[in-house]
């Protein structure tokens, strides 16, 4: 049986039954529904025996929606206000839809703003939006609802670009780029062009792994290297407003004990040993002793079994 994950537009979580042993798999998913999506589905009339559950944030509590979306408008609109370029780097599916419909509304509520150019750059863009403006079905009941007036992913402000060879540098603008963690690209592209500008900014909403630029700005170095393995200054303004759609501990504690029967739960990280070992003591303390909760980091050289 399939269940809505809520993470991005299609994930499922997986339950099926071997041998009398009832297993619920997932990868990311999101307890709370946003713009577009749908919160993950509890499968309440079918109690796991196995729980194999990701722990990417381990004990992290994400910010509400709410503030997420303040900060985020706030720090793009800074940005240009002061005659910069916003970079946002995204993976082309997944959290760039969500933020594309926060700009588009924030962008018609102001029109002091849209004489700034807001550009969704990705091999996949056109084809992605073109997914998303399809089943609209699988969204949420407020994004439906919009369907009375005009398909929502039809944006007013958001211009799609098939490539680089398409975007004029001539101003302030706002552009989502992928990859999402500017590790090579369009995105590292323009971040290496607009790095030593201070007037420029670059907000880093999504995940990103340790060795990648995106997680270096995170330390707000004083130093980077461009993709051409020049030294640049870094000038440019840095923000971190996380919109990943992977769940954190309010989520994953909410989750596990909503299968709380669950024998034994395995709790798989994105790279971090150390938010396995976590989320298994937050099971753990939750579930009592009749559960038994693993950690294992899906990365080698993070590995560790609890």
Not at 2 to 18: S, T
Not at 107 to 119: N, T, V
Request: net charge positive; charged share 25%; proline share 4%.
């Amino acid at each position: 049986m399939f269940f809505n994950a809520g993470h991005v537009l299609g994930a499922a979580m997986v339950l099926m039954e071997i041998g009398g042993v009832r297993t619920l798999y997932t990868g990311d998913y999101s307890c709370e529904e946003d713009r577009h999506l749908m919160a993950a589905e509890i499968p309440r009339a079918f109690s796991p025996d196995v729980l194999i559950v990701e722990a990417t944030y381990g004990m992290q509590v994400h910010e509400s929606r709410e503030e997420r979306e303040r900060r985020f408008t706030e720090s793009v609109e800074k940005v240009v206000r002061r005659g910069g370029r916003c970079l946002i780097p995204v993976f082309a599916l997944g959290r760039a839809q969500e933020l594309l419909l926060i700009l588009d509304e924030y962008w018609a509520a102001r029109p002091e703003l849209q004489r700034i150019p807001i550009f969704f750059s990705s091999k996949l863009a056109s084809r992605s939006l073109e997914v998303y403006r399809t089943y609209i079905s699988s969204m949420n009941t407020r994004l439906q609802a919009q369907m009375g007036d005009r398909n929502p992913w039809d944006f007013r402000f958001v211009r799609s670009l098939a490539g680089p060879h398409e975007f004029r540098d001539e101003g302030p603008c706002v552009v989502l780029a992928s990859p999402g963690m500017l590790q090579s690209g369009f995105s590292r592209m323009l971040f290496d062009r607009w790095a030593e500008e201070p007037r420029n900014g670059v907000i880093l909403a999504g995940y990103s792994v340790e060795g990648t630029m995106a997680r270096k700005l995170e330390s707000n170095p004083v130093e980077v290297e461009s993709m051409q393995s020049r030294k640049l200054v870094r000038r440019i303004g840095v923000e971190r407003v996380s919109f990943s759609g992977a769940c954190a501990r309010v989520g994953l504690g909410g989750r596990a004990c909503a299968c709380g029967r669950a024998r034994a739960v395995w709790a798989c990280a994105c790279g971090h040993a150390c938010a396995c070992v976590l989320v298994r003591e937050l099971l753990a303390a939750r579930a009592g002793e009749r559960q038994r909760a693993h950690a294992n980091s899906s990365l080698r050289n993070n590995c560790a079994i609890i």
